[in-house]
């Protein structure tokens, strides 16, 4: 059998361990949340950076089964706060050298033309910012084109990446993204997967070489919002959604960001049936 190959051979069995060890090697994400409380006005951070997020009046609970992987997700169900923060200031995180930030939505009847879907900043006001933008194709029969849109904000000038796919912008369809900044090689690497493609797909682009002088967040992060930028600006529209959102945030010197063998762990991670609620 292949369990007693194994232990005849155990440099084999040795090489195999330590390769799914640095398949794994992100362990838990800096911070991480899965919606899966179903009820209440705060969600709690999985992660090792425990952050919990205050939900505002706007937000509120999908039905369970309704979330990624069946169990419940947050989206916009009024107008009002619709945002999710931190309740208190963030604590024990290093400054960023590199980041890998994961996630899903899926949108509603009303497609956004803009919104923003996370935004992480510093105490000096620098920050990331994910958004996403559509718009109509050519053909006003065809699918609208959406794009992923990172932008770094703050002291420096502001410096936008972005990639278009018609995938970013089907309804009714939880769309996983995934982007990775490493300042220190001047790259952003996103990744992107909806149901039918066999593999996450990854395009790299290269940043400006002043891009965070290879420091992503100079300063210590201070403020998550998720839903809205922190300034309350383009937020989710009605029955828009988000699901299992994760931050990778790297120190310098850690080994970061995540590589496409590692984020397309997380999908999969992601897809795992949840348990039912009671």
């Known amino acids: 059998s292949y369990s007693s190959y194994l232990m005849k051979n155990p440099s084999i069995a040795l090489a195999l361990l330590l390769a799914t060890t640095s398949l ?19 969600t709690k951070d999985g992660g090792t950076g425990n952050v919990t997020l205050e939900i505002g009046s706007g937000m509120g609970w999908s039905q369970p089964g309704a979330g990624v992987n069946g169990g419940t997700a947050i989206g916009c169900v009024a107008d009002g706060d619709i945002a999710l923060r931190n309740a208190h200031p963030i604590k024990d995180i290093p400054e960023v050298a590199a980041i890998t930030i994961t996630g899903w939505y ?14 992480l900043q510093s105490a000096g006001g620098d920050g990331l910012l994910l958004r996403l933008n559509t718009k109509a194709g050519g053909d006003s029969n065809g699918p609208r084109q959406a794009t992923l849109v990172l ?13 278009w796919n018609d995938a970013f912008a ?14 220190s090689k001047n790259k952003v690497i996103w990744h ?10 990854e395009e790299q682009f290269w940043l400006p070489e002043d891009f965070g002088e290879n420091m992503l967040l100079p300063g210590l992060p201070e403020r998550l919002v998720i839903g809205s930028s922190a300034e309350m600006k383009a937020p989710l529209p009605p029955g828009m959604s988000l699901d299992n959102i994760h931050f990778y945030l790297f ?13 397309e762990i997380i999908r999969d991670e992601d897809l795992v049936p949840a348990p039912p609620h009671g």
């Open 24 to 42: 794994h090697a992100q362990e838990r994400p800096t911070l991480s949340y899965t919606f899966e409380e179903g009820r209440g006005t705060t």
């Open 106 to 119: 899926q949108l509603g009847k009303e497609t956004p033309s803009d919104v923003v879907l996370l935004d």
């Open 151 to 163: 932008l770094r904000t703050g002291s420096a000038p502001a410096t936008m990446h972005s990639l």
């Open 170 to 183: 089907r309804p009714d369809t939880w769309t996983f993204f995934a982007v990775s900044v490493n300042p």
């Open 192 to 201: 992107r997967w909806t149901p039918g493609l066999d593999s996450v797909v």
């Open 251 to 263: 120190g310098e010197g850690e080994p970061g960001p995540l590589n496409k063998a590692q984020v």
